[in-house]
């Protein structure tokens, strides 16, 4: 109800990906067939979009040892330099940890793939994608305790990956820019520090709003984010979704984010009901003097990330993202 006809606003290039979404896996978005069939939808969707794009020196799947059992993590090196690094053990490059989106409930190493080597591409860095465990099987917190635990490992050990642990980053789309700042603040809170988290990668992510302009006029079947379909991912991802909201690793904004915390880029697309959570977060670094730059992309709706195959916003967003980090990271 009261919604805006946003399939009559995006951009061309945008229609054009949703028509060739339909063709490639019909409609991904719905909800209503339950999680394991959204799961091979979304697959099956992805695959298109994956292929093709930059080659990475190197990549390789390892895992890192967690707190619910091993996690699977794949690791991109871009240039020439980033694979000595690793190949002879020395901590030469910063990195920047990978965490998919998808609801929580979707989503994979392989799903995300082009993503990362995109970014990889772009920043020059080398890219460490967490697999972390979905929902509904693994409930809150698991999946922000697993992210953590990967940037730790990394903290600890990243010389043996050619990886310097002091110069780490977050990267994340959707659900995987929550778990991204989400872990961050677990780091800093619970686990001694968040020091070397340098900077954050942030799209079109959920922070913690629970009710928005962009929540109430925007979210259809175009994107899977209608008030049923937010219903249901929460209620995939906690046993008590009621607990989200009190939560600090759960609703973001009640952490202090007056201090430690690390540059931030916030990219956010104009038709995304998570919009606001964006643009909330981008006025709390405004305010606190924290170096961030604040993007909507005009003409999208969310996880338009995907597609830079057909969509000049995606390549940019990672493109600008990638100019962003280098920046803060004096590369």
């Keep these: 109800m009261n ?46 979009w994956v292929e093709g794009g930059p080659v990475m020196v ?34 030469e490059t910063p990195a920047i940890v990978y965490v998919h989106g998808g609801g929580f409930v979707l989503g994979n190493l392989d799903t995300h793939d082009r993503i990362c080597r995109v970014l990889a591409r772009n920043a020059g860095v080398a890219v460490v994608a967490v697999d972390y465990r979905l929902s509904p099987e693994a409930k809150f917190p698991s999946a922000v305790h697993e992210v953590a635990a990967v940037a730790a490992h990394l903290h600890e050990h990243g010389a043996a990956h050619g990886i310097d642990g002091e ?7 959707s659900g995987g820019a929550h778990l991204s700042l989400a872990a961050t603040m677990y780091l800093r809170e619970e686990l001694g520090g968040s020091d070397f988290v340098k900077c954050c990668l942030l799209y079109y992510g959920w922070f913690g709003l629970k009710d928005s302009s962009s929540m109430r006029l925007l979210g259809g079947s175009w994107d899977g984010l209608t008030e049923a379909d937010w219903k249901f991912y929460m209620q995939m991802y906690a046993n008590d979704p009621a607990e989200l909201e009190e939560n600090p690793y759960a609703n973001l904004f009640l952490n202090d984010m007056t201090r430690d915390m690390p540059a931030c ?47 000049d916003e995606a390549n940019d967003a990672l493109e600008h993202g990638a100019t962003f980090y280098r920046q803060q990271m004096g590369l």
């Design 58 to 91: 190197e990549k390789l799947d390892a895992a890192v040892a967690g707190p619910y059992g091993d996690i699977p993590v794949r690791y991109y090196y871009p240039t020439d330099e980033s694979a000595a690094a690793r190949a002879a053990s020395k901590p």
């Design 167 to 173: 110069r780490l980053s977050f990267a994340g789309d």
């Design 3 to 48: 919604k805006l006809d946003v399939l009559s606003l995006i951009n061309p290039q945008m229609n054009a990906v949703l028509a060739k979404e339909d063709e490639l896996a019909g409609d991904a978005n719905d909800t209503s067939v339950g999680f394991e069939k959204m799961r091979e939808n979304y697959v099956a969707g992805r695959a298109y």
């Design 265 to 311: 880029y916030i990219a956010a697309a104009e038709y995304d009901p998570l919009c606001d959570d964006s643009t909330t977060l981008a006025t709390i670094c405004e305010e606190h003097g924290i170096p961030y730059r604040f993007e909507l992309f005009e003409g999208v709706i969310h996880a338009f990330l995907h597609y830079t195959k057909m969509l």
